[in-house]
């Protein structure tokens, strides 16, 4: 088992920025290295922004937030960052870290964690 707990999450204006954390924990934790973010606007449905492999060489982004959005991540503390910057009032959703094993991909996630939402005003 993995349990996965996000922080961070919060108000703020467009343009501005914040950073979510998650912290990872659990006997199985290795097992589970891949680490993602997605997110989840009322009203549609979850989609991904961002993955990192366990050696942080590999990330993958949602074309949506490329070159605003940055995720890295802390093994020594199993925890993995999303630095969100330039945000728009679109990127307002709940935001969930999830966890898998194999590849960095957009799907196949094993483990989730409870959710912090995130609100972007004009």
């Known amino acids: 088992q993995v349990q996965l707990v996000e922080s961070g999450g919060g108000l703020v204006q467009a343009g501005g920025s914040l950073r979510l954390s998650c912290t990872a924990s659990?006997?199985?934790?290795?097992?589970?290295?891949?680490m993602g973010w997605f997110r989840q606007a009322p009203g549609k449905e979850r989609e991904f922004v961002a993955a990192?492999?366990?050696?942080?060489?590999?990330?993958t982004y949602a074309d949506s937030v490329k070159g605003r959005f940055t995720i890295s991540r802390d093994n020594a503390k199993n925890t993995v960052h999303l630095q969100m910057n330039k945000m728009k009032p679109e990127d307002t959703a709940v935001y969930y870290c999830?966890?898998?094993?194999?590849?960095?991909?957009?799907?196949?996630?094993?483990?989730w964690g409870q959710g912090t939402q995130v609100t972007v005003s004009l």
């Open positions: 990192i492999n366990w050696s942080g060489s590999t990330t």
């Open positions: 999830a966890a898998k094993s194999g590849l960095a991909t957009t799907w196949g996630y094993e483990y």
């Open positions: 659990g006997r199985t934790v290795n097992n589970y290295p891949i």
